[in-house]
Nanobody, 127 residues
């Protein structure tokens, strides 16, 4: 079983930056994927950025965050980060991290591919 705990959310003005963290405990599989997703009330959860521990060179990002957000892992692979800069009011959402027990390859930003989810951390960007 894998447990995920997000942190780092908060309130920031437009143009500001935040870094989200996701602490991963438990045993991941030999091949795994990790991703960040976000959701606003009344809308479906959407993929923001994700990575996997092999098999791909470039990590996918949602078009709306390309060039502003960066996904990465700690050296010990136990923490997933999402560095967010040039934040916009439309980035306001609950942000979730997730882990899959396999490489998702071209489906890294697909919600259905993930097996474990954190509780989320709120990001609010004011104009």
């Amino acid at each position: 079983q894998v447990q995920l705990v997000e942190s780092g959310g908060g309130s920031v003005q437009a143009g500001g930056s935040l870094t989200l963290s996701c602490e991963v405990s438990g045993n991941t599989t030999r091949r795994y994927s990790m991703g960040w997703f976000r959701q606003t009330p009344g809308k479906e959860r959407e993929g923001v950025a994700a990575l996997q521990n092999g098999g791909l060179r470039n990590w996918p990002y949602a078009d709306s965050v390309k060039g502003r957000f960066t996904v990465s892992q700690s050296d010990n692979k136990k923490t997933l980060f999402l560095q967010m800069s040039s934040l916009k009011p439309e980035d306001t959402a609950m942000y979730y991290c997730a882990v899959s027990r396999t490489w998702l390859m071209g489906a890294l930003l697909t919600v259905a591919g993930y097996h474990y989810w954190g509780q989320g951390t709120q990001v609010t960007v004011s104009s």
